[in-house]
Antibody, heavy 117, light 107 residues
Framework: QVQLQESGPGLVKPSETLSLTCTVS????????WSWIRHPPGKGLEWIGY???????NYNPSLKSRLTMSVDTSRKQFSLKLTSVTAADTAVYFC???????????WGQGTLVTVSS | DIQMTQSPSTLSASVGDRVTITCRAS??????LAWYQQKPGKAPNLLIY???SLESGVPSRFSGSGSGTEFTLTISSLQPDDFATYYC?????????FGGGTKVEIK
């Protein structure tokens, strides 16, 4: 069965770039959309964006100016880069598989990213 | 952006109770609504999609209804494993947005 696993630094300094990768195992990445969602401590879930395996992406306008998503089908990975981070970007970041029919139907376990000097 | 409002924010219930959670959208989202269950330290888990379709593997005590702007998630007989936080989420239009969550606690 398909599984997702996030990886990346757990601590990022303010004003630097947050970079995360999600690896897809047990199935193909060349289907549906691949998404990032975050959960700041004490707050609700926030959709970051999604990318199709072909490379087209849709970002949350609130993050669009700082956000880049990419996909590497040969490695079965998709990635997130968020620039100029602040403490407000501290959150558990989840990768997820998105379908236009059933929404987020598969999630990674999540990774905590703390923005602090 | 479409705002999703859940009520109540916290719900105290006992095992065996029938539980209903409401989600309201700030504009019509047709039936493009999903419900998730999240337990502490875990990822959300899809329960219901397209307002009323039960995700594979999810117990039949969970059901969803509604369309347009008003939706409900019902747990017909609350089980010990059901104490968790529940979120609704619209996928009718971008940006995709979530409700604030409903925490179901033990009474």
């Amino acid at each position: 069965q398909v599984q997702l696993q996030e990886s990346g630094p757990g601590l990022v300094k303010p004003s630097e770039t947050l970079s995360l990768t999600c690896t897809v195992s047990g199935g193909s990445i060349s289907t549906d959309y691949w998404s990032w969602i975050r959960h700041p401590p004490g707050k609700g879930l926030e959709w970051i964006g999604y990318i199709y395996y072909g490379g087209s992406a849709n970002y949350n306008p609130s993050l669009k100016s700082r956000l880049t998503m990419s996909v590497d089908t040969s490695r079965k990975q998709f990635s997130l880069k968020l620039t100029s981070v602040t403490a407000a970007d501290t959150a558990v970041y989840f990768c997820a598989k998105y379908s236009s029919s059933s929404s987020f139907n598969l999630w990674g376990q999540g990774t905590l990213v703390t923005v602090s000097s | 952006d479409i705002q999703m409002t859940q009520s109540p924010s916290t719900l105290s219930a006992s095992v065996g109770d029938r539980v209903t959670i409401t989600c309201r959208a700030s504009q019509s989202i047709s039936s493009w609504l999903a419900w998730y269950q999240q337990k502490p330290g875990k990822a959300p888990n899809l329960l219901i999609y397209k307002a009323s379709s039960l995700e594979s593997g999810v117990p039949s005590r969970f059901s969803g209804s509604g369309s347009g702007t008003e939706f409900t998630l019902t747990i017909s007989s609350l089980q010990p494993d059901d104490f968790a936080t529940y979120y609704c989420q619209q996928y009718n239009s971008s940006p995709l947005t979530f409700g604030g969550g409903t925490k179901v606690e033990i009474k």
